[in-house]
């Protein structure tokens, strides 16, 4: 026995000449009376319950051979000082004596017994010499609690290992429980179904998703080939493939690239995306395989695409479109306007050189067709105004919205110099707009309200600006003039839609139209108030 | 000094009959030659194909220029006018029914030395066309032959 399985607690006894005398006196005395000491012990220990168990277990109880070796390794620690072979023994036997489940405290009676019955022959030996008698009792003493107190703590150190262990055990088992409930509830709680296969292709555990989605129960697929959940298509290579992850298990997709389906049990197939990692367990490696019904992602992934062709379709003809309607403008810029020169140049040649001869309703007749003829080419050239500020680029930046305005009025002014009017502009309102499509705006509805108010006896006209909950800045301009009734506010903003006549006021209805164009370019909104005879407040944002 | 030639570059009879119109109408009494399409400008200025016995060195004072012009449009006439070292600095006036914005930067940049639009109202037309003749015929100092 090394060494070092010596508990660090043990010492070998230190002995001075004296008690070493003693203890070689006892122990001769022993030695003389082993056989009847150690008769009588077994037949007293034999009474006592907890001892029978080690009379009667053989594996326990020393044999001939083994108590011959005790008694002389004793007499070598004895007479010879070889302390270790007997110690390292006592250890031993501490050890089997505890992992046999032997109570501590018997052992004690046992002891208890011997030194009993050792008693009587030390006194009967050294009757004469009562100094020799108490030396040997000590020495006896001495050997006994020191066997006794190796034996214990052998015998403790193995208990507490005994218990180490099973403590561990225990752990380990409810640990072991623990992970498995873990296992279970993550599987339960997975987003997706998950099947667990082992290395013949069976199927040996599925969580509810599973079942939800697959429309199988539990029951149904536990120990089936996993192939019920794979189209026939594949059954022939699915093998194979199985096959290969079992040699180099790892986690990973399965089939990268490739569209993978699942069968449902009604055998109708879903895009699916799976998965696999390896689980090492006691009964071989097992395959977890989270399973992603992605049905809905590829009709998302199709509307997506679809959506996109069209509007990539849609982009294309409005580009079409656009090109269009600028070739249109070019070819009304310039062909449109011939042939009403041509009726308006001869009209007028007509009355120069031939007017003597028409009377004045002949002359009358060609002014009505110079007249048309005019304005014609006025609504040709508002038409192209039009569809030049929807073609025309949007370039914002930080625009200076009143004095766009005051510039507005002075030249109204300049060309109306008897007009009194008065006007407020709230000075420095900025707005990130286009200047020059938003000078068009203005222009439009400060001439609209000089035009309006021109037969108010004090004509007033405002700019300013709303900080409303709903829209934001709402920018205004407001006149005190005719007005007009909100009966006809839809009407405002159409294509030479007028609510006057030409004759009460100038003008042929565009102007509006293209106000509500810029603004909505500028992704604003433009609306009016009025009622008739009091004037009408223009609303735009930006 | 010799008669100063007006050349009218237009396809449009109307226009045409309207233009000679005003033209008289303003006093402006210069040897008018029609143009009815940019290959017959070109041959007149090049002294080309029907114009080959033409003097080249006999150039119009001004040239009335319509953009919209069968064969060779307007544009590609004023730019092979400026390329030729002979008629590069040849005043050309660009006269047309488009306001269109592109229109009018192309002009410029090939070298229009003038912009006017046909205004529909006859009225107009004889003013616009008066103002040109004598800014043109009478204002302008011809460049340097």
Partial sequence: MDKSTLSPRIIPPEINAEELR???????VYEAHRDEIFGELLRRIAQIPEFRFFIENTSLHPSAEQQRENIERQRRAIYEGEWEPYLNNLWEQGKSYAQAGLDFRSWFLVVSAFRQLVRPYLLEAYNQTPNRLLDAMTGGDILIEFAMSVIGESYLDTKEQLIRERDQKIQAAIEREHADEIFRGLLETAPDPVVVVN???????VNTQFERIFGYLRDDVIGQSVDILVPTRFHQQHPTHRGHYYKEPRVRPMGSGLELYGVHK???????????SPLDTADGILVTAAIRDISERKQVEEQIRKLNADLEQRAVQLEAANKELEAFSYSVSHD???PLRTIDGFSM??????????????????MRVRTAAQRMSQLIDDLLNLS???RAPLNAEPTNLSSIVQRVVHELQQTNP??????????????ESDPRLIKVVLENLVSNAWKYSSKQEFARIEFGVLEEAVNGRVYFIRDNGVGFDMAYVNKLFGVFQRLHTSSEFAGIGIGLAIVQRIISRHGGRVWAEGAPNEGATFYFTL | MAQKTILLVEDNPDDEALTLRALRKSKILNNIVVARDGVEALDYLFCTGSYSDRDPHDLPQVVLLDLKLPKIDGLEVLRRVRAEDRTQMLPVVILTSSKEELDMANAYINGANSYVRKPVDFNQFVDAIGQLGLYWLVLNEVPPQ
């Fill in chain 1, 22 to 28: 003693g203890l070689q006196d006892y122990w001769d």
């Fill in chain 1, 336 to 338: 449109l306007r011939a």
């Fill in chain 1, 418 to 431: 008897d007009r009194i009017v008065d006007v407020s502009i709230m000075p420095n309102l900025v707005a």
């Fill in chain 1, 388 to 390: 030049r500020v929807t």
């Fill in chain 1, 199 to 205: 290395s013949e292709g069976s199927i040996i555990l």
């Fill in chain 1, 266 to 276: 009604n055998g109708s197939e879903f895009p699916v995306e799976i998965s696999l």
């Fill in chain 1, 349 to 366: 040649a007509l009355l120069e050189d031939y007017g003597e001869k028409l009377d004045d309703d002949g002359r009358n007749y060609l």
